[in-house]
């Protein structure tokens, strides 16, 4: 009874170089998202995807790629990481993007030095 | 832009007490509203959703919608100390299929 599965938990990066956030769900849901969280701020929707096969950006989405792996994997790739991309990031799914039941992942900590 | 507003606290309430938390919009065409819950170091997790149409009470929790004032409250009856965390409100305006405004959040505190 997992939910949505984040990795990694943390994670420290140089400027300019690249990971993967990889996150995962087995609830057989549709729509999944990644957000940023920053202090004093809300949750910023980086990207979704609506249904399988579908991407579309958010409302920060520059300095990012996502990939739509299968019904279960959303992944998030910063190419090439700057200081400003250090926050905490969440991956979320819902059932469809009318359905704003979020599910969270545990997040990931990610600093950029 | 549209806007979702909270203050951010903290909000200190006895143990027992009632906590109302407040949160004001700006997209007076906003059809749900939400409030989730954050433990501190922990992800969000839903606690109460409302529409355009009227208020909801669930057990301790009661959502209330101000639609000429363009706020909506959260109001936590008999707080307990495992009530402390931070409460987001989000909001989904009607133009938007996807997309929740969500506030920065509201720290709770219970004192015992």
């Known amino acids: 009874n997992a939910g949505v599965t984040q990795t990694p938990k943390f994670q420290v990066l140089k400027t300019g170089q690249s990971m993967t956030l990889q996150c995962a769900q087995d609830m057989n849901h549709n729509s999944m998202y990644w957000y940023r969280q920053d202090p004093g701020m809300g949750l910023r929707l980086i990207y979704y995807s609506a249904s399988e096969g579908t991407t579309d950006k958010g409302e920060v989405p520059n300095g990012y790629n996502v990939s739509r792996l299968n019904k279960r994997e959303f992944s998030l790739r910063l190419e090439s990481a700057a200081p400003s991309q250090t926050s905490v990031y969440f991956c979320?799914?819902?059932f469809g993007t009318g359905n704003e039941k979020l599910f969270f992942g545990s997040g990931t900590q990610l600093s950029v030095l | 832009q549209k806007e979702v507003e909270q203050n951010s606290g903290p909000l200190s309430v006895p143990e027992g007490a009632i906590a109302s938390l407040n949160c004001t919009y700006s997209d007076r065409g906003s059809q749900s509203f939400f409030w989730y819950r954050q433990y501190s170091g922990k992800s969000p997790e839903l606690i109460m959703f409302?529409?355009s149409n009227g208020d909801k009470e669930d057990g301790r929790f009661t959502a209330q919608l101000n639609k000429a004032s363009q706020y909506v409250s959260l109001l936590i009856r008999d707080s307990q100390p495992s009530d402390s965390a931070t409460y987001l409100c989000a909001v989904k305006g009607m133009d938007s299929n996807y997309q929740l405004i969500w506030g920065a959040g509201t720290k709770l505190i219970i004192k015992p």
């Open positions: 979320a799914s819902s």
């Open positions: 409302i529409y």
